[in-house]
Nanobody, 122 residues
Framework: VQLQASGGGLVQAGGSLRLSCAASGLTFSTYAMGWFCQAPGKEREFVAAVSWGGGITYYADSVKGRFTISRDNAKNTVYLQMNSLKPEDTAVYYC????????????????WGRGTLVTVSS
C-alpha cells in the first residue's frame, strides 16, 4: 500500500493550497481517509476525514470553514483544500487510510503517507 501526498509548499498568510494524496495497493473506496498535521515539537493532530463514498466529512474545530476534504474514488485520490491559511497551520501534513469512520486517533489508521510540508508565512 502506498499513499503519496503532494501539494505542500510556502504560502503567505491568507493564501490557499490544495493537497492531494494518491493511493495504490488498496481498495480505495472501502477506506475512510483522513488528513493529519504535525508541527515541530508537537504530536500528530487530526485535521479532517471523509467517509468511503465522500458523503460524510469531519473537521477539527481549528480548520472548520477554512479547509475542505474531498475524494475522487475513480482516481484513488483524496484532497485537502486549504483556504485562509494562518501561520499556525504550518506543519507536515499526512494522509492516512482507515476502515473506521468518524474522528479517529492516529493509532486507528491502518496506512500512512510520508507527508508534505506546508509553511505559512506571516
Amino acid at each position: 500500500v502506498q499513499l503519496q501526498a503532494s501539494g505542500g509548499g510556502l504560502v503567505q498568510a491568507g493564501g490557499s493550497l490544495r493537497l492531494s494524496c494518491a493511493a495504490s495497493g488498496l481498495t480505495f473506496s472501502t477506506y475512510a481517509m483522513g488528513w493529519f498535521c504535525q508541527a515541530p515539537g508537537k504530536e500528530r493532530e487530526f485535521v479532517a476525514a471523509v467517509s468511503w463514498g465522500g458523503g460524510i466529512t469531519y473537521y477539527a474545530d481549528s480548520v472548520k470553514g477554512r479547509f475542505t476534504i474531498s475524494r475522487d474514488n475513480a482516481k484513488n485520490t483524496v484532497y485537502l483544500q486549504m483556504n485562509s491559511l494562518k501561520p499556525e497551520d504550518t506543519a507536515v501534513y499526512y494522509c492516512a487510510a482507515t476502515k473506521r469512520i468518524g474522528v479517529r486517533p492516529p493509532n486507528e489508521y491502518d496506512y500512512w503517507g510520508r507527508g508534505t510540508l506546508v509553511t505559512v508565512s506571516s
